[in-house]
């Protein structure tokens, strides 16, 4: 077989060996706290399960192998192990962040990590220049989201990894892109974090989180910190994870199909201001997100015309896209960041990033496109008296036919 083998089936068998008590193909779930000892300090590697525990092993041999690291460290949620990977830090450190940031992650690094000390510059990361200028003397880390959220903004991770000097970390948040679709670690990054709740879970029925590196010494460092802290996902979550990530090749895939196919029927309605998508010749930055990654996900953010009430409205009529928190499910899902994700900053601060009340975003799921589309039409239709943009039929007329749904860069043949 090639080494390394592809990742689809990468996600089917790294770390998923049958059982060696029973021969149970299907990694069991351990539900226990500790393990029997047959003497004083004898054991078989395992014995608390906070720091050890063998379903969560499977569960990070497994993801490691998907973003092609050698160490990975699995957390209760994607916040723990975001904040682990900042116990890489002690106090007086300096964090260059990209300012278009998951609401969680600005939360914790406003209001809590400042408390001990570490200090955080907001830049829009997609200005290397501003990165540049952002560095101190005390810099050692720098937090990059790619594909940001909710804007869909790319950062150039080469670029900035190519800033850093030695004893600098860079870190990714590759939650929106998922290993499938892009590797920060192969383009110069020091850490990778996952929300796994999100792509890699794939089923919004998990909570989790995972940082993966290829760096030994933040590796310890990490490892020592999930232990030391304790952000652990029990052996039940680290199951259904790990069965969720075994699918993440073919349902990526089918992400990129229906979101690019809603991004076009978005793009060609005169009741919608602007859409952000990755994959869209019209995305400011199509030609490094061709460059950076091997497809481009299944977000889709856009802009309504007409007031607030309008973008509201729409979130409320749509029923397949669910009004719901979250993304990389298996279903649709719409959301309102200014008030929804995004309502824990400042709304001065907000609408300085570009998250304005007529945003919306939309996790475009597996759901058939024809039907999602269909599903968004009747929710424009219905409110576009708001737009300002006279009663024409733009946008109005037949489902389009799902044999004409444009093929995307990763189909066929992806990259692994
Ligand atoms: C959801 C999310 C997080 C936080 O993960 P949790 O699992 O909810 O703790 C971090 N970053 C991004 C980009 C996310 O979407």
Redesign the pocket.
């Given at each position: 077989m090639p080494e390394p083998m592809d990742f689809a089936t990468r996600a089917i068998h790294a770390g998923q060996d049958a059982d060696p008590t029973t021969g149970a193909t299907i990694v069991p779930i351990y539900a226990t706290s500790t393990y029997t000892q047959p003497a004083v300090g004898e054991h078989r590697g395992f014995d608390y399960s906070r720091t050890v525990n063998p379903t969560r092993v499977a569960l990070e041999t497994q993801l490691a192998a998907l973003e092609e690291a050698r160490y990975g460290s699995a957390f209760a949620?994607?916040?723990?192990a975001?904040s682990a990977t900042l116990n890489l830090l002690a106090a007086g450190d300096h964090v260059v962040v990209t300012d278009d940031l998951?609401g969680?992650?600005y939360r914790l690094f406003s209001k809590v990590l400042v408390r001990y000390g570490l200090e955080f510059t907001y830049v829009d990361m997609t200005d290397l220049d501003a990165v540049r200028a952002a560095i101190r003397p005390n810099t050692k880390l720098f937090w990059i989201?790619t594909p940001t959220?909710p804007l869909l903004r790319l950062v150039d991770i080469a670029g900035v990894a190519a800033l850093k000097t030695p004893g600098q970390v860079v870190a990714v948040?590759n939650?929106?892109a998922s290993p499938y679709f892009q590797s920060p670690l192969a383009l110069g990054a020091d850490v990778v974090v996952h929300?796994?709740?999100?792509y890699i879970g794939g089923h919004s029925d998990v909570?989790?989180?995972v940082a993966l590196t290829n760096d030994a010494a933040i590796a310890e460092s990490i490892k020592f910190h999930q232990n030391a802290v304790g952000g652990v996902p029990g052996p039940f979550d680290a199951f259904l994870t790990m069965r969720g990530a075994k699918t993440l090749a073919v349902r990526m895939r089918e992400h990129e199909r229906n979101a690019h196919a809603v991004a076009t029927f978005l793009e060609e309605r005169d009741d919608v201001a602007r859409v952000f998508y990755p994959g869209l010749p019209s995305h400011p930055q199509h030609a490094l997100a061709q460059r950076q990654m091997r497809g481009f996900g299944g977000m889709v953010s856009f802009t309504l015309r007409g007031p607030e009430s309008r973008a509201l409205e729409v979130a409320k009529r749509t029923k397949l896209f669910s009004l719901a928190e979250?993304?990389g499910g298996v279903e649709s899902l719409i959301t309102h960041p200014a008030r929804m994700t995004h309502g824990s900053i400042p709304k001065d601060e907000r609408e300085r990033r570009g998250v304005t009340d007529g945003l919306l975003r939309l996790s475009v799921g597996l759901e058939s496109a024809r039907d999602l589309i269909a599903d968004l039409r009747q929710a424009l239709d219905a409110t576009r008296a708001l737009a300002g943009v006279g009663a024409n039929d733009a946008g109005i007329g037949d489902p389009p036919n799902p044999d004409r749904i444009p093929a995307t860069q990763s189909e066929g043949a992806p990259t692994y």
């Open positions: 949620s994607g916040m723990a975001t998951y969680g992650t989201e959220n948040d939650t929106f929300s796994t709740t999100k909570v989790g989180g979250s993304l």
